[in-house]
């Protein structure tokens, strides 16, 4: 199986998925330049966090218009796995691929902690590893992470279960405290309805090694992994 | 010919930076500014050869597909000679 990461002006989280891939998944991994238009070879794309196009007229606003992205569409269509990390979720959005947006926290603050997010489905290929109350700390930073959509968009993800993770204390259990960015219903990671795209603002690639504060986030990258597997069959 | 164009939030949505604004504001005194929201405004430089309709048009799309996000925000395009 073969993992592609995707490289915009601007990304700066691509190596780090990269190594997570290249070290802790150990499976082959490629950057791929936004310009790139083919991604035959790949089994999953990940879209990395960073500030691509220096988050001008909004994050992830320039960056779906990249020439790679029509590629990312079509290979998603494909049932192919897309997994948007923190910019990469803003931009997901922003292309259509994800409903909602990703606007500025509440609090204003560029917001670096960990946090603790709570499994809402574990039936997704990004968390068939975990159970459902699966409570993972994973380190967060943005400033434009609060997720929103409207009433009937909401309805939508809730009735289909795309909600992924929210955000929660460490017993799981889902309070405005633990709430880092004031995000509609603690929304941390939603999917689409096909759940193979899949967009979080956490960053799991930074919680894959004890020196780092955490190794919850390999639970994810494994269930991806095993997902690619069970697809190849 | 210019386009401009407006962008705003929906007013659905939480501007916490006009909230910000709006606290400033109040502080230097102006007790009778009750919300302040921010939006964006944006200045299309358009080639002489193009008519009104034309611009009108360019202006709608380009405001709907890259200058406004339609899940969160709203826009008006206005043609200046």
Redesign the interface.
């Known amino acids: 199986m073969k993992f592609g990461v995707i490289v915009f002006p601007g990304s700066n989280c691509d190596h780090d998925a990269y190594h997570v891939i290249s070290k802790h998944v150990g499976q082959p991994v490629d950057f791929i330049w936004h310009k790139e238009t083919d991604l035959s070879g790949f089994d999953a794309v990940i879209v990395p966090g960073g500030f691509s196009y220096g988050d001008y ?2 994050a992830g ?1 320039l960056a779906r ?1 990249s020439p790679v992205m029509k590629a990312v569409k079509e290979f998603a269509a494909s049932g192919k796995f897309v997994f948007g990390i923190c910019n990469g979720f803003q931009i997901l ?2 292309a259509g691929l994800l ?3 990703l ?6 603050h560029f917001v670096c902690k960990h946090v603790n997010i709570r499994t809402e489905n574990q039936y997704t290929p990004f968390t068939n590893e975990l159970k459902e109350g699966s409570v993972l700390s994973i380190p967060i930073a943005h400033a434009e992470g ?1 997720y ?3 009433d009937a968009t909401y309805q939508t993800l809730e009735e289909n279960n795309q909600i992924v993770f929210r955000y929660c204390d460490e017993t799981g259990e889902i309070t405005p405290e633990s709430n880092p960015n ?1 995000a509609r219903s603690n929304i941390a990671g939603i999917c689409n309805l096909d759940r193979n795209v899949l967009g979080m603002m956490p960053h799991p690639e930074r919680a894959c090694e004890e020196l780092l504060g955490s190794n919850d986030g390999r639970s994810i990258f494994r269930s991806l992994t095993g997902a690619i597997a069970a697809a190849a069959i | 010919m210019k386009a401009k164009v407006f962008v705003t939030l929906k007013p659905s949505v939480l501007d916490p930076q006009g909230k910000a604004i709006h606290h400033s504001v109040e502080q230097l005194g102006f007790q009778q500014v009750s919300d302040i929201r921010q939006g964006k405004y944006f200045e299309l430089s358009l080639d002489s050869s193009v008519n009104e309709t034309e611009a009108r048009e360019a202006a709608e799309k380009i405001a709907a597909d890259v200058l406004a996000n339609p899940v969160i925000e709203d826009y008006r395009v206005e043609i200046v000679q």
Request: proline share 5%.
């Open positions: 007229l909004r606003a218009f959005c922003e409903p909602g947006a606007i500025r926290n509440a609090g204003l609060n929103t959509c409207d004031g």
